[in-house]
């Protein structure tokens, strides 16, 4: 499947937690880390995949954790299209988890995306999906990416 992900974006949120000497270091880090916080983080991804009969579109969503500036791992559901047979449109519902990285610690980075998981309903199976892509941070907690994926 070829699909280009239009739009994403992510919203963090930070805990407490150790000695307050712990506290003050993590805080320091927090604020070295101006675009990408560590924390929860979610995103949308819509896209319109070109197989097939294409153009069908595609909507994932996930939400995990934020271990460092490049390192995101989370769980998520979505849909995608992916062509007609029969007249009757063929599509999945991909349950799956997902790691990504960011190349470089920037407000403008690239990245590499792997999914990994189950497809529950329509078109049943496994659930590979690779890609790469550039993602902007704007502020902290919104960020826009485009990329392409497999």
């Known amino acids: 499947m070829t699909a280009l992900m239009l739009t994403g974006f992510a919203v963090t949120?930070?805990?407490?937690?150790?000695?307050?000497e712990e506290r003050q270091e993590h805080e320091e880090w927090i604020r070295d880390q101006k675009w990408r916080k560590r924390g929860m983080s979610a995103t949308i991804e819509g896209g319109i995949n070109n197989e097939g009969d294409g153009p069908f579109a595609s909507a994932l969503a996930t939400l995990g954790y934020r271990y460092s500036p490049w390192n995101f791992f989370g769980v998520g559901a979505g849909?995608?299209?992916?062509?007609?047979?029969?007249?009757?449109?063929?599509?999945?519902?991909?349950v799956y988890i997902n790691y990504r990285v960011n190349i470089i610690k920037h407000r403008v980075?690239?990245?590499c995306d792997a999914k990994l998981g189950y497809s529950v309903a329509g078109t049943k199976g496994a659930y590979i999906n690779g890609g790469m892509g550039v993602d902007v941070a704007l502020n902290p907690h919104l960020g826009l990416t485009a990329g392409y994926s497999l």
Do not use: C
Request: net charge negative; charged share 20%.
């Open 79 to 94: 849909y995608e299209g992916h062509g007609y047979h029969k007249r009757v449109e063929e599509y999945s519902l991909p």
């Open 13 to 20: 949120a930070n805990a407490q937690w150790g000695t307050p």
């Open 109 to 111: 980075t690239p990245f």
